[in-house]
């Protein structure tokens, strides 16, 4: 069987964990429309046995990581970090961009550091469903110059197009080797944290820029009772007007931010869910060690 890590790295929103997702076939990481959304290294393991399409048994290890970007908070540090580090614990990187700020100083100052590493790097050109083909090639044409990567592919992570030609052209860097994990396994991250996730992923939906950055969601209680889960999560912000913000009137707001949470949460365990949502401000939080620790945003 060949066996490996594969890291999936790029600026913020350019659309890794929907590659993440697409690749799986399951979605386990969160996406939104809203830059600097995943905030840990998200594992999903990708086993395979071999059939017409991939004729080799394989399980690989894909990371979607949080978007490298300047960071401002030591949260943000911590982000990149978690993304620079993964570069070289794995057999190869698929380095992803879009077609905004191409080959702009975002994407300059991860080639850089692409070019400091050995490991065999994959370049995506993801969202090319929404690309016109002469944007394409000159971002093709861009990279293709670099000569630093095994191969290009144009891909739509949203609709699955060329994703199986990622997978076998990271297949080919793999090595023999005993699994890892067992077959039926798709993520190690256990389902408070997936539904700590999906709970933040509301909030970002319902927000702009400035909310969803300083909201940390954690879960205080994960009771499975005979037929009904039991989740109380409380929902951290940086100010008090946020905390309004995110009630809404009359607690509307909260309302519909746990009700999207709760069908969600409901189909990824499969059964009835009771879900508790609590706001506070806990100031300052993204450059608290402490909080950052607590929070699960530290190593
Ligand atoms: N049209 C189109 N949109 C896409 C595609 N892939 C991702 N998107 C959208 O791009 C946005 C960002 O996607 P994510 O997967 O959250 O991006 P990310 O790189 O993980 O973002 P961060 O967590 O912020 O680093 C979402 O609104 C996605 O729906 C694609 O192939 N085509």
Same mark, same amino acid.
Not at 138 to 144: A, P, Q, S
């Given at each position: 069987?060949?066996?490996?890590?594969?890291?999936?790295?790029?600026?913020?929103?350019?659309?890794?964990?929907?590659?993440?997702?697409?690749?799986?076939?399951?979605?386990?990481?969160?996406?939104?429309?809203?830059?600097?959304?995943?905030?840990?290294?998200?594992?999903?393991?990708?086993?395979? *046995?071999?059939?017409?399409?991939?004729?080799?048994?394989?399980?690989?290890?894909?990371?979607?990581?949080?978007?490298?970007?300047?960071?401002?908070?030591?949260?943000?540090? *911590?982000?990149?970090?978690?993304?620079?580090?993964?570069?070289?614990?794995?057999?190869?990187?698929?380095?992803?961009?879009?077609?905004?700020?191409?080959?702009?100083?975002?994407?300059?100052?991860?080639?850089?550091?692409?070019?400091?590493?050995?490991?065999?790097?994959?370049?995506?050109?993801?969202?090319?469903?929404?690309?016109?083909?002469?944007?394409?090639?000159?971002? *093709?044409?861009?990279?293709?110059?670099?000569?630093?990567?095994?191969?290009?592919?144009?891909?739509?992570?949203?609709?699955?197009?060329?994703?199986?030609?990622?997978?076998?052209?990271?297949?080919?860097?793999?090595?023999?080797?005993?699994?890892?994990?067992?077959?039926?396994?798709?993520?190690?991250?256990?389902?408070?944290?997936?539904?700590?996730?999906?709970?933040?992923?509301?909030?970002?939906?319902?927000?702009?820029?400035?909310?969803?950055?300083?909201?940390?969601?954690?879960?205080?209680?994960?009771?499975?009772?005979?037929?009904?889960?039991?989740?109380?999560?409380?929902?951290?912000?940086?100010?008090?007007?946020?905390?309004?913000?995110?009630?809404?009137?009359?607690?509307?707001?909260?309302?519909?931010?746990?009700?999207?949470?709760?069908?969600?949460?409901?189909?990824?365990?499969?059964?009835?869910?009771?879900?508790?949502?609590?706001?506070?401000?806990?100031?300052?939080?993204?450059?608290?060690?402490?909080?950052?620790?607590?929070?699960? *945003?530290?190593?």
């Amino acid at each position: 069987m060949k066996t490996g890590f594969v890291g999936i790295v790029g600026r913020p929103n350019v659309g890794k964990s929907t590659l993440l997702n697409a690749i799986l076939g399951e979605k386990i990481a969160i996406t939104t429309d809203k830059p600097q959304t995943t905030r840990n290294a998200i594992r999903g393991i990708y086993t395979h *046995y071999a059939d017409d399409n991939i004729n080799e048994d394989t399980q690989m290890v894909f990371i979607d990581t949080p978007g490298i970007h300047k960071p401002r908070t030591k949260l943000g540090k *911590y982000m990149t970090d978690s993304a620079v580090n993964t570069f070289k614990e794995v057999e190869a990187v698929i380095f992803i961009v879009d077609d905004r700020l191409s080959a702009g100083p975002g994407d300059k100052y991860i080639v850089d550091m692409l070019n400091e590493v050995t490991t065999p790097k994959i370049l995506v050109i993801n969202k090319i469903d929404k690309m016109e083909p002469d944007v394409f090639e000159k971002i *093709y044409n861009e990279y293709d110059q670099l000569e630093i990567f095994e191969n290009i592919f144009g891909v739509s992570a949203k609709e699955g197009i060329n994703v199986h030609d990622v997978i076998k052209c990271a297949l080919g860097f793999m090595e023999e080797g005993p699994m890892f994990f067992p077959d039926d396994m798709v993520t190690e991250h256990p389902e408070r944290f997936i539904v700590s996730e999906i709970i933040r992923e509301k909030i970002l939906m319902y927000f702009q820029e400035e909310v969803p950055h300083g909201v940390a969601v954690e879960i205080e209680q994960f009771k499975e009772e005979s037929s009904i889960t039991k989740i109380s999560a409380v929902i951290y912000c940086e100010k008090k007007s946020h905390k309004g913000m995110i009630i809404g009137k009359g607690g509307r707001k909260l309302k519909g931010i746990g009700k999207s949470a709760r069908e969600e949460i409901e189909a990824l365990l499969g059964e009835k869910v009771f879900l508790e949502l609590w706001v506070k401000v806990k100031e300052n939080w993204r450059d608290s060690d402490i909080a950052l620790s607590n929070f699960g *945003y530290k190593e």
